[in-house]
């Protein structure tokens, strides 16, 4: 057995996209995003600046997330990120729709002061 075959890296378990869709995001997650999204004033700056320290399988995730709640939704804080991250993946659910609807009209009426 050649020194290749025999410490071959393998990660017996394959995380995919949808592992990390099914969860809530990490406080860690969290945190950084909240923090970002304070310091930069948009979701996907806040993403960009931390980036670094995304698994591969969720940061395409958290990218998109990040462009949604920038363009649809207008922002988020700690009490509605993980009913919006919620809410993201089940868009096509009526309950989350409703709720997208009612952060969506609430953070407008601010944004329009």
């Given amino acids: ?3 290749e075959e025999n410490f071959q890296i393998s990660n017996p378990k394959q995380l995919s996209a949808n592992y990390f869709a099914n969860r809530p995001l990490s406080e ?3 945190y950084q995003l909240l923090n970002g999204m304070k310091t930069y004033g948009n979701a996907q700056d806040a993403a960009n600046s931390v980036q670094e320290s995304f698994y591969i399988n969720e940061a395409q995730l958290i990218f998109d997330f990040c462009k949604w709640i920038d363009n649809e939704i207008g922002g988020c804080g700690p009490i509605n990120i993980q009913e919006l991250w919620a809410a993201f993946h089940n868009q096509s659910d009526e309950q989350s729709w409703r709720l997208i609807n009612y952060w969506k009209t609430k953070l407008a009426k601010y944004k329009n002061l």
């Fill in 1 to 3: 057995m050649s020194y």
């Fill in 28 to 30: 860690c997650r969290v």
